[in-house]
């Protein structure tokens, strides 16, 4: 059986930054609050017009590029919450606009664990022979979602996209990833939510109810999702590590979604990993979803951190609930 093997990596972040500075002069929060609570500086973010599509589209053709460009994909998969329109599915505009025609092109819906799902589904179709080439985006613009003016969220959210450019290989060589661990829990949908916007606010009500405008927004509650959070990305992680044969002490890099610096500290503690065995971007990017677990990959291998043949497991947790882990083993590739 064929296994997904990573033969190119990129990430993009749009060039606005959003200061924990520039929060404080408009918002009732504090550098101190929002640096201590979720260990975050600043956040990248999409100019009014931009969309979704506009980093994955960055993203992806710089995992194509880091790949060797000429063999293009078979297969094209978004992970996003934050689709361009609620139909029809971004990922298909992305195909086109990266030249790859009439390419087969989905989107994976699991918030912040997207990039694992898709990841779980790329390996899928790989292991089954239905794909040879999927090159697999993580992208998400969660800055159009949050409510500009509620301080509880709006400090924790920057926008980014990262990628991946997965091929049919062999299990034991580098690259190589492990069939992720995946879980969810629907009876605590609630934590983590839009309420309006899709078919259960449609539907209800006669067509004349006016709809709350305040329902178009991103609602969270935070210490309950923080501690679901921690367990469910440490039992993942422990099973994903012994599903790949590993010991915890086998792993050089824990690449955890990069939620809140608090969370990371809280599973890196209850999965053994010293600070000096884990990646983080958070501070320069904050919470950037789907598009977390792919642009810290990336990033950690253009500034040399993530080298050839170390091992990482990655882990996330988000809005579902939803969560999942995975292992592999960092390829010798060049990533921009
Ligand atoms: N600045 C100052 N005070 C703020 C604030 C801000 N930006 N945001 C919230 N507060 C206040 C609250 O209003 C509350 O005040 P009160 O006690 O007077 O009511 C107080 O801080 C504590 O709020 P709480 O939400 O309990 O804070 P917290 O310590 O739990 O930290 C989060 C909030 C969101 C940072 C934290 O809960 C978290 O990161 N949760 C998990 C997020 C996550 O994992 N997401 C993953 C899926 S996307």
């Known amino acids: 059986m064929k296994s997904a093997v990573i033969a190119g990596a990129g990430s993009y972040l749009p060039p606005k930054l959003v200061t924990n500075a520039d929060l404080t002069a408009r918002l009732d929060t504090s550098d101190e609050w929002i640096r201590t609570r979720t260990g975050m500086s600043v956040r990248h973010v999409i100019e009014p017009g931009d969309a979704t599509s506009d980093l994955a589209v960055e993203a992806g053709r710089r995992a194509l590029d880091s790949a060797g460009g000429g063999g293009g994909a078979d297969v094209v998969i978004l992970a996003t919450t934050t689709p361009d329109h609620q139909v029809p599915p971004t990922a298909p505009d992305i195909t086109a606009r990266l030249g790859l025609r009439t390419?087969?092109?989905?989107?994976?819906?699991?918030?912040?664990?997207?990039?694992?799902?898709?990841?779980?589904?790329?390996?899928?179709?790989?292991?089954?022979?239905?794909?040879?080439?999927?090159?697999?985006?993580?992208?998400?613009?969660?800055?159009?979602?949050?409510?500009?003016?509620?301080?509880?969220?709006?400090?924790?959210?920057?926008?980014?996209?990262?990628?991946?450019?997965?091929?049919?290989?062999?299990?034991?060589?580098?690259?190589?990833?492990?069939?992720?661990?995946?879980?969810?829990?629907g009876s605590l949908a609630g934590l983590i939510q839009v309420p309006a916007g899709g078919s259960r606010s449609r539907s209800s009500g006669p067509p004349s109810k006016e709809p709350d405008p305040g329902a178009v927004?991103?609602?969270?509650?935070?210490?309950?999702?923080?501690?679901?959070?921690?367990?469910?990305?440490?039992?993942?992680?422990?099973?994903?590590?012994?599903?790949?044969?590993?010991?915890?002490?086998?792993?050089?890099?824990?690449?955890?979604?990069?939620?809140?610096?608090?969370?990371?500290?809280?599973?890196?503690?209850?999965?053994?990993?010293?600070?000096?065995?884990?990646?983080?971007?958070?501070?320069?990017v904050g919470n950037t979803a789907a598009a977390s677990l792919p642009t810290l990959l990336a990033m950690s291998a253009s500034d040399g951190t993530l080298k050839a043949g170390h091992r990482v497991l990655l882990t996330a947790f988000g809005g579902g609930l939803s969560w999942g882990a995975a292992t592999l083993t960092w390829p010798d590739i060049v990533v921009g």
């Open 217 to 284: 927004y991103f609602t969270m509650n935070g210490r309950e999702t923080f501690r679901h959070a921690v367990g469910r990305m440490s039992e993942s992680s422990r099973e994903a590590v012994a599903r790949a044969g590993w010991e915890p002490t086998d792993v050089d890099w824990l690449c955890a979604h990069q939620a809140n610096l608090r969370i990371l500290t809280a599973v890196a503690d209850e999965l053994g990993f010293e600070p000096e065995r884990r990646l983080s971007n958070i501070a320069e």
């Open 103 to 185: 390419t087969p092109a989905f989107d994976v819906s699991a918030a912040c664990a997207g990039f694992l799902y898709g990841l779980a589904t790329a390996s899928g179709l790989i292991a089954t022979g239905a794909a040879e080439r999927i090159l697999l985006i993580g992208a998400d613009a969660f800055t159009t979602m949050v409510d500009p003016d509620d301080r509880g969220t709006v400090v924790l959210f920057g926008d980014a996209a990262g990628a991946v450019l997965l091929r049919a290989g062999e299990a034991d060589e580098p690259g190589a990833v492990g069939m992720p661990v995946l879980g969810s829990d």
